[in-house]
């Protein structure tokens, strides 16, 4: 097997994760097109319906039917969500079915996607936490580099509605020629034996996996969803630039800071996960002061903050599953992993619906202190609870996973 074999895998993690967020930035565009900011905060966690029972499911047909067989389906998945949204002008539930197939190729991404680069980089002789940030990497420079994008077009290119899903749907369509000779990592016909989540019951995941797991999405759904809405009439004609610019800085820290979570990945504590939560912490006080100062700069200083908490959680997240799950059930386990995150992702829909009733520098506060109040449950569980015969034993941290080419 090549060594490279994983980039394949990687470029279709890429594309799903350029579908899932390139809807982002457009949020501004869609309020000045006069959709409420209910509607659109909606549209933006209507995908989640989609991707929490694909997160559930997809690691079991993997595991019934390979893993490149389902990784295909999902990057066409995410094909046909990005030519559903391109019809948007149509209607709002063009929008809406289009966000519901994204959730699908994402979840597909997530769960059997970065497992399957982790797997093929572990194969070609890569150790574990390699294949983890290279898996969690691509994943972010897609969730990075579609909002970027989409943004541009959407700012200065003709069709804004329009433009920025076709080129995506063309970049799916280049990723699927390659994806057909990878090998496989998975043994076909299991029938989802291996998707048995009896890593969700161990103390250690529901100590110090689940009191962080949502802040993954919810820092950056805060960081850009809410904060351009916060500042948008400190921006004039630059609404749409600036929410890409936000969207692109929150991620591009996310994707940056990922080697840094690696080195402070520790076997015998939780000092990753609790960095994660302490940096999350200052990035939603710093998200606090900009909603009172309503200052464009201190709320782009916030999001890189939080891009940064993001980048640190999501990695040192995988990291804990992979000392937890066994072979056969690692891509169960971080399918349950990614529907924690993406309850986070929920954040901005909730936040409209409560300011309502409080405004929002109180809001974010709160939110601060829930996130200071699961730092401190991290840090009391840092170093119980380790894996032992729940977990991978050294031997088996060293077995490679069966690669079977041409099936």
């Given at each position: ?102 959730g699908t190729a994402v979840a597909v991404a997530m769960a ?135 969207t692109v800085a929150t991620l591009g820290a996310g994707a ?143 077995e490679q996973p069966a690669v079977v080419a041409g099936q």
């Amino acid at each position: 097997m090549s060594a490279g074999s994983w980039r394949a895998a990687a470029a279709a993690v890429f594309a799903c994760g350029w579908g899932g967020n390139q809807f982002t930035p457009l949020l501004v565009m869609y309020r000045e097109a006069g959709w409420s900011a209910l509607t659109v905060n909606a549209l933006l966690g209507a995908y989640v319906v989609g991707l929490v029972p694909g997160l559930l499911v997809a690691a079991t047909l993997a595991e019934r039917w390979g893993r490149r067989r389902v990784v295909t389906a999902g990057v066409l998945a995410s094909l046909g969500a990005s030519l559903l949204l391109a019809a948007g002008p149509l209607g709002v539930a063009w929008i809406a079915a289009g966000r519901f197939v994204t959730g699908t190729a994402v979840a597909v991404a997530m769960a059997v996607g970065t497992t399957w680069v982790l797997e093929l980089s572990r194969a070609a002789g890569t150790d574990p936490g390699t294949g983890a940030r290279r898996g969690a990497m691509w994943l972010t420079l897609g969730f990075a580099a579609g909002p970027g994008v989409a943004g541009l077009l959407a700012q200065w290119g003709p069709l804004p509605m329009v433009l920025p899903y076709l080129v995506h749907a063309v970049l799916a369509l280049a990723v699927l020629p390659f994806l057909p000779g990878v090998p496989e990592t998975g043994r076909i016909g299991t029938r989802g034996r291996g998707a048995r989540f009896a890593g969700v019951r161990h103390p250690r995941f529901l100590r110090v996996v689940v009191p962080m797991a949502p802040w993954i999405f919810g820092s950056a759904g805060v960081a850009y969803a809410i904060m351009p809405q916060l500042v948008g009439d400190r921006l004039g004609s630059w609404g749409l630039a600036y929410s890409t610019l936000l969207t692109v800085a929150t991620l591009g820290a996310g994707a940056l800071v990922q080697p840094v979570a690696k080195r402070l990945d520790s076997t015998t504590s939780a000092r990753a996960v609790a960095v994660s939560m302490v940096v999350m912490s200052a990035g939603l006080a710093l998200s606090t002061v900009a909603a009172v100062v309503r200052s464009p700069v201190v709320a782009l200083v916030a999001a890189v903050a939080l891009g940064a908490a993001y980048g640190i959680a999501v990695v040192s997240g995988l990291l804990e599953l992979q000392r937890l799950a066994r072979p056969e059930e690692l891509a169960a386990l971080t399918g349950v992993y990614y529907v924690l995150a993406y309850i986070g992702f929920l954040l901005p829909t909730l936040l409209a619906l409560l300011s309502r009733a409080a405004p929002y520098p109180v809001l974010l506060a709160g939110l601060a202190l829930v996130a200071l109040a699961g730092t401190a449950v991290v840090l009391r569980h840092s170093r119980s609870d380790l894996p032992g015969e729940h977990g991978l034993d050294a031997s088996r941290r060293r077995e490679q996973p069966a690669v079977v080419a041409g099936q």
